[in-house]
Structure formats: C-alpha cells, structure tokens
C-alpha cells in the first residue's frame, strides 16, 4: 500500500467518561445500552469524591472493555485511547505526536490493553495511543456463530460497538491539524465559516466516513466533550431506542433523525451524569474510494439544518460537559 491509502491508526480504541452520578450512569450504559461490566476499580465517595471506575463492553467489542466509567466531581471525557495497526505504526506515531511536543510519555496500558503512550492535543484533550490488546473470550455469553464477539444481549438499545467521538474545542483548525500530521488522521467533511477556519471537522482512519470530529466551543473553554457515539444494528434500532429513553426518564435533546453531514441517521439524549450520548447507524456510507476528496459545506449551507430539514437545536452548540457558564 502506499503511504497515502495506509492508515497507522485502526480505530477508536475506548473512552473514559466521568459523571458525578455514578450509578445511575452505570445503570444506563449496563441496563438500557446493555453493556457488560468486565473490571472494576477503585472505592466509592459521596457526592463525586471516590474514584470507582467500571469497565464495559459494547455485545461485539474485540477487545475487553469498550468505555471507562469514572466518578468525578463533574461530567466530561477523561482518556481517549486509540488502536493502531502494527507495533511498527504505533513507534511511528510516537515519534510524529514527539515531533509535535505534546507527548505525554509511556504509561502502563487500561485492562486489556498493553504498553501505552500519553498525549495530548492542542485543546489539552488527554489521549493515548496503544497496539498490543487482550481480546474477549465470551464465557456465560458466548455466541451462537463464532463470528461476532458475545451473544446479542436481546434487551435495552443492544449497542454494538463504539462508533466515533466528538471533541469540543477552542480552535477547530489546530486541532484537525495535529489529528491530520500527528495521527494521519484523514478529512471526510467540513464546515467552513465565512470569515476563515472550521466550525466543525471530521476525520477517519479506515474506510468508515469519521472516527474523531472537532467542533468549535462557542464557550472557548477548552478540554470538553460534545458526545460520544455507539452504533446498533440498524436505523429501526434508533427508533426503538428513543422509546426506551422515553420510558426511563431519559433527556432526549434531538432526533432521531438523519444529518446532512455524512448521512448518519441519528438520536441525541443526556445520560443522567449529563455526557451527550448518540446513538448513530451510517447505513452503507463507506469511503472506499482512495482519493475521495473531502466534502466542504457552507454557513449557509448548514443553515437548511438537516438532511430532511429539521434545524439543529440550541443546546447543540452550547451543552458540552463538563459543564461551564
């Protein structure tokens, strides 16, 4: 392969999410998203000051665990952790994220996974990079074809992987920039604003259409999160999820409903910590083409909202956790 279709990175590895609401997260990851516990850690506080962390896996992760859940004081996004695709691509990466200066250095790797290194981008977004990886092997659940990793839970949203995340952050442009030369991360679409930069700016690293988006926090905060994604099976799956958080008192902020940018049909809720969860199905949207060039939309473009014309609500530019006045 030559070095412009050859991606380093594999895939988004795993996320830690903080929430100050520590069970009644768990609860909605581990009973309504049906995600197993596989590790715990830590010893519980009140009111946000333990440092309990669970372990869960999305039904067909590979790898152990697929989201870290940690309590803290406020919600947001801890480590984020990506796979690369050999040793050889990971020694690679270090030394490009070295070049940058915003290296971290090696630490022990989470459960599961082996040696990793530490990083941050230029928002201060705590990140890490890793190869080596323990993958599952089902016990109580194990599979009826042996080609998926556990057996479909059959209960709740049954969310089968992790699918992207979302970065809020004060400079669109520098972020996407290091994500593009630090991990060879390449652009799918953007949104250009008129007086010069990005609004927001999606990025993939094998043939899905986006694994990482940066978006501008109107806040200028800094080191915050706008969502994390998990993808179920199917567009009819989202439907019936919206239901089931209607049912359990979740806050459904938009959708479902399909976005222009990338076509993803989509449903945005809080979970109780107040994280902007989505749950997300691209259909058949792959980019299989090598040189497919990148997609740029318009402010006003993007004023015609989304794909079948409902407006992007308010909250979708200024909720983002943790939270800030």
Do not use: C
């Amino acid at each position: 392969m030559t070095e412009f279709t050859s991606f380093d990175v594999a895939h988004l590895g795993n996320v830690e999410l903080l929430t100050p609401t520590f069970e009644k997260s768990l609860w909605f990851f581990r009973d309504l998203l049906a995600m197993r516990v596989v590790a715990e850690s830590g010893e519980a506080g009140t009111s946000g000051s333990g440092n309990r962390s669970v372990y869960l896996r999305t039904w067909d992760e590979y790898q152990l665990y697929t989201v870290k859940l940690t309590e803290a004081a406020d919600a947001g996004v801890g480590r984020t952790s990506f796979r690369t695709t050999s040793q050889e691509a990971l020694e690679r990466r270090v030394a490009a994220i070295e070049a940058t200066g915003l290296g971290v250095g090696w630490i022990d790797g989470e459960v599961g996974t082996g040696p990793t290194y530490a990083f941050r981008d230029p928002d201060g977004h705590d990140l890490a990079i890793y190869y080596e990886t323990e993958r599952y092997v089902a016990t109580d659940d194990k599979p009826a074809l042996k080609n998926q990793a556990s057996a479909f839970p059959g209960r709740g949203v049954n969310a089968r992987r992790l699918d992207h995340i979302n970065f809020l952050a004060k400079d669109v442009v520098a972020n996407g920039e290091f994500v593009a030369s630090a991990l060879r991360g390449r652009e799918s679409e953007r949104i250009k604003l008129d007086d010069g930069g990005y609004a927001a700016w999606w990025f993939h690293f094998n043939n899905k259409s986006y694994d990482i988006v940066y978006s501008d926090d109107w806040l200028k905060h800094g080191n915050r999160l706008h969502h994390v994604a998990f993808a179920p099976d199917t567009r009819e799956d989202i439907l019936k999820a919206a239901d089931i958080f209607l049912e359990n008192g979740i806050h459904i902020e938009s959708g479902p409903h399909k976005h222009a940018i990338n076509q993803t049909f989509f449903l945005y809720v809080w979970e109780p910590g107040g994280n902007r969860i989505e749950l997300a199905n691209a259909g058949a949207r792959l980019l299989l083409d090598p040189d497919s060039p990148v997609v740029e939309w318009t402010q006003e473009e993007r004023k015609k909202g989304q794909a079948w014309g409902m407006k992007t609500i308010e909250t979708f530019h200024t909720h983002g956790t943790p939270n800030v006045q």
